[in-house]
């Protein structure tokens, strides 16, 4: 254990950085220094990183600004002077930038690997920028192993990059035990409850609260979208598809999306800004939210649908004309979504698992027949952040192991 890492348990983290992440060096430091206002970090790569002092100065990873175990931090920086400076800046023999600031003397230290990994110049910003690949009905659903992946992190890791990069994936060899789907999400996150449980079953049943607990076909929809913020993921673990019927059918929302704004660009525009609403009802519930079919990020990507026919509520909201403009469009776009050049459509076998992003990927079954055998799913809830989480821990892990700790 290196003088500067802190060991709690089995977990260990460095106090060489404000963060709990681990930072290789993979560029070193040329040279840093003042230049103008800033602080100029040259690589041995070429590349330059300028950095705002006070940006840096919050940042401060010693133990007075930032705690030794939360790694929160403690300063308050209202009392640090906006136009703070670096009297001095010196690299020290394993290439770290030491600082000794302007206001009364606080020095620190920073690695440069955090330095290179936070740095926001524009090549570094554009470095970070991945673009979206959406996919049509000649998409592949890329496959993993439900038991391999409850043991090995490698595992785990291409199937969330794959469920993060592609919004669906299909996980093989899922035991058929009631609660297998437990496991699974666990190595995630904490599964998202909501009125239908913690874990749900999908079958046909005489009390059905919702069209999904009915035989019928299922048009492709999101669930939930009458929550503010939907439920980012859904698993849904086929145990028993013994009935005629019942396969399973997906598409992407944000290749939809990508293919309205090229082929319709004012039904676009009304269903990328106008609310929709949706209404989940039931004798003991009334959950109801709103938001446009498609909403975009401030760069015009899209981020979320909010599709769904069977729990939406009746617009009320708009004028007439407006109201006639709204509903002309969502038709437009179901009736496109429908087409066959989006769909991808398999029967799920038991041991199947399906996990897919809620609020991009819209899916669908079509109709069963109960009297031809049974059909029996679970099903739960997560949200992206769990998984943005996930996969930040496991790349952590890489870095750490990268670093030598
Ligand atoms: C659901 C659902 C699909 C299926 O439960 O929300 O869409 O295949 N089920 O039964
Ligand atoms: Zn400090
Ligand atoms: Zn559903």
Redesign the pocket.
Known sequence: MGSHEVLTGSVSYTLETPDMDFWPIEVSIARAQNSDEDIEVVWADGCTSIYYPFWLREQCSCTDCHSETTREALIDITKIPLEIQAESITLDEQGYVNICWSDGGHKSRYHPGWLRANSYDDWAQKERVSELKTWDNSFSVLEFDGVRLLECDDHLYEWLTALDSSGLTLLKNVPTTKGSIRKIAERIGIIRQSNFGTL?D?VSKPDAD?N??LSIG?PL?M?LPSRETPPGL?F?HCIVNEAKG?A?QFVDGFHLAKIIKQEAPEIFKIVTTVDYSFQNRSVDCDFRASGPLIRLDKYGNPIESRINTFIAAPIINLPHDMLKKAIAAKHYLLQTMNEPRFKVEFK?QPGDMVAFDNRRIL???SEFYPNTGS?F?E?CYLDRDDLGSALRMLERKKRRIKSGY
């Open positions: 749900f999908v919702s999904a607990y299922l929809h669930d859904q849904l019942g399973s799920m899916h669908g079954r059909r799913l099903g």
